[in-house]
């Protein structure tokens, strides 16, 4: 499986659909959408939208996406993009570059740059929210309940906020964890399920497992982005390299050492590739992309 030609076929998809967001709305003040879209549109992995994508072609034995498919992949992305927009603020991580590019405050001003993270987390409920099909109403709800559990005080927003009220503090491995469950792998799991339900997916076993997959990978992801904050380049990353040690910020490495936190990287890969395993050939593109994940350079 040549995951890179997944990625690349996803991320055109994903990109081509966030775009058509912005060609039949008229500005009122035109700064926001151009902020909206620069922290919307300025490069990205695309990740949590290729996880829905291959969520979906898992539970659905290999059917191409339908439009709730779509939806959701463009939700999670707006709902990520908002969440970075925040986070480099200058009351949280007060970072001036993000995916190679200046910051949205920077670019902007610090007050455009609020508002552009709050009108990109409307419009991603505003797309998962529109119905589709009568049929499918009670599907987005859950799809739609789903995503705010993963963003909210029961997941991404939890996260954060724990997260910039422990800088500088000791955490025991059992806290950073729970930390990161919450700030990033709440929406990472998000993403696989709402894959998984926009396939019609039943609630039971298997979508208790892909629940499951989805919280080690997220965790994985997480345990990869504190290792290259060390290892990896500024140039390479697209934002600064270091500054999770520059900000005394509680991470694997800082907790387990370079070795213990690649030691626990790996489990997480092998937990979660174990589980996919068990969906037989069907899941070979969601174990290439977990592969990625693990040991991709930015």
Do not use: W
């Not at 909206?36 to 300025?42: D, E, I, Q, T, V």
């Not at 999670?76 to 590019?101: K, N, T, V």
């Not at 987390?121 to 009670?138: I, K, M, R, T, Y």
């Not at 993963?150 to 996260?159: D, E, I, N, T």
């Amino acid at each position: 499986m040549d995951i890179q030609t997944v990625l690349t076929e996803y991320r055109a998809r994903t990109e081509q659909l966030l775009e058509r967001l912005f060609t039949q709305v008229e500005a009122l003040e035109p700064r926001l959408p151009a902020a909206m879209r620069h922290g919307l549109l300025n490069g990205g992995k695309r990740l949590r939208p290729a996880l829905v994508y291959l969520s979906h072609r898992l539970c659905s034995n290999g059917q191409p996406p339908c439009a709730l498919t779509d939806r959701a992949a463009v939700a999670i992305e707006c709902i990520h993009s908002y969440s970075l927009i925040h986070d480099d603020l200058p009351a949280m991580d007060d970072d001036d570059l993000r995916r190679g590019q200046p910051t949205c405050h920077i670019a902007f001003d610090e007050a455009t740059a609020i508002l552009a993270g709050d009108a990109l987390q409307c419009l991603g409920f505003e797309q998962l929210s529109e119905l589709l099909d009568p049929v499918l109403a009670s599907r987005q709800l859950q799809m739609m309940q789903v995503l705010a559990r993963a963003s909210g005080q029961r997941g991404m927003v939890a996260g954060q906020a724990f997260d910039l009220s422990h800088v500088g503090q000791a955490l025991t491995l059992e806290q950073l964890q729970a930390m990161h469950a919450c700030k990033t792998g709440a929406l990472i799991t998000a993403a696989v399920e709402l894959g998984a339900l926009s396939a019609g997916e039943p609630e039971g076993e298997r979508l208790n497992r892909l629940r499951h997959y989805g919280d080690l990978i997220g965790l994985a992801f997480q345990v990869q982005d504190d290792l290259l904050d060390i290892e990896g380049d500024t140039a390479t990353l697209g934002k600064p390299q270091g500054s999770d040690q520059a900000q005394n910020k509680p991470t694997y490495p800082a907790l387990l050492g370079i070795d213990g936190a690649r030691a626990k990287l790996n489990q997480l890969h092998q937990d979660a590739v174990a589980i996919l395993k068990d969906f037989g050939p069907d899941a070979e593109a969601l174990i290439a992309l977990t592969d990625y994940i693990v040991a991709r350079d930015h």
